[in-house]
């Protein structure tokens, strides 16, 4: 079975562009979530979108968003980017919700400049 | 509230010495535990889970871990570490529910000394 894909791998964008990543769960999964990495915050929680709803957020600004489509895939946007944007953004997948056993993708490496 | 405790930020061994990185959670039931790990640029892999019965739980890589309900830990191990187990680990608590969202900890580092 084919594990997360997350596209784009690297993205360098400027101050004040917007950004749209990608990603494709596990076959099956409907449950996908987002997660900022960066070394000073650790493993932050976006978002998570299940039935192509948005069923959980963390503590973000508008400025990103996500959705998910009928086939589970799932985008997230951040807009006007700032430096502090600068992650790896994870996408995880599990069957039915968050708090299960989650797969991740590798990641999207944004550097914001 | 929930959190996860990961006590060591760094960790070195020798390879081939045996390993412990401690996890400690705050949860109000008993909650699903997992161990995952993350090597440099990449996504966190699945180490191994615990959602209740045997409290000695085997994962993959020749990991095992220990759930200890009356210590709110979830200690992970192994006999023997190798030089490819030089990764990040992260403890997880999650819970079932729709509207739950996981926590985890900040992480161990681990290096291995040849």
């Known amino acids: 079975k084919a594990g997360v894909t997350q596209t784009p791998r690297y993205l360098i964008k400027t101050r004040g562009q917007q950004v749209t990543l990608s990603c494709s769960p596990i076959?099956?999964?409907?449950?996908v979530s987002w997660y900022q990495q960066t070394p000073g915050q650790g493993l932050q929680f976006l978002f998570e979108?299940?039935?192509?709803?948005?069923?959980n957020k963390g503590n973000f600004p508008g400025r990103f968003s996500g959705r998910q489509f009928s086939n589970s895939r799932s985008e997230m946007n951040v807009s006007t980017l700032e430096l502090g944007d600068s992650a790896l953004y994870l996408c995880?997948?599990?069957?039915?919700?968050?708090?299960?056993?989650?797969?991740f993708g590798p990641g999207t490496r944004l550097t914001v400049t | 509230a929930q959190s996860v405790t990961q006590p060591d930020i760094h960790i070195t061994v020798s390879e081939g010495a045996s390993l412990e990185l401690r996890c400690n959670y705050s949860?109000?039931?008993?909650?699903?535990l997992f161990w995952y790990v993350q090597s440099p640029g990449q996504g966190l892999q699945l180490l191994l889970k615990?959602?209740?019965?045997?409290?000695l739980v085997q994962g993959i890589k020749g990991f095992e871990a220990e759930f200890k309900r009356s210590q709110s830990s979830f200690n992970l191990r192994k006999p023997s570490v190798h030089w490819s187990d030089a990764a990040e680990y992260f403890c997880?608590?999650?819970?079932?529910?729709?509207?739950?969202?996981?926590?985890f900890g900040r992480g161990t580092s681990l290096i291995v000394h040849p």
């Open positions: 995880a997948s599990s069957l039915w919700a968050p708090g299960d056993e989650q797969y």
């Open positions: 076959s099956g999964h409907r449950s």
């Open positions: 979108y299940f039935s192509e709803t948005q069923r």
């Open positions: 949860y109000g039931a008993t909650p699903y």
């Open positions: 615990y959602f209740s019965g045997d409290t």
């Open positions: 997880a608590v999650g819970a079932v529910g729709g509207s739950y969202i996981p926590t």
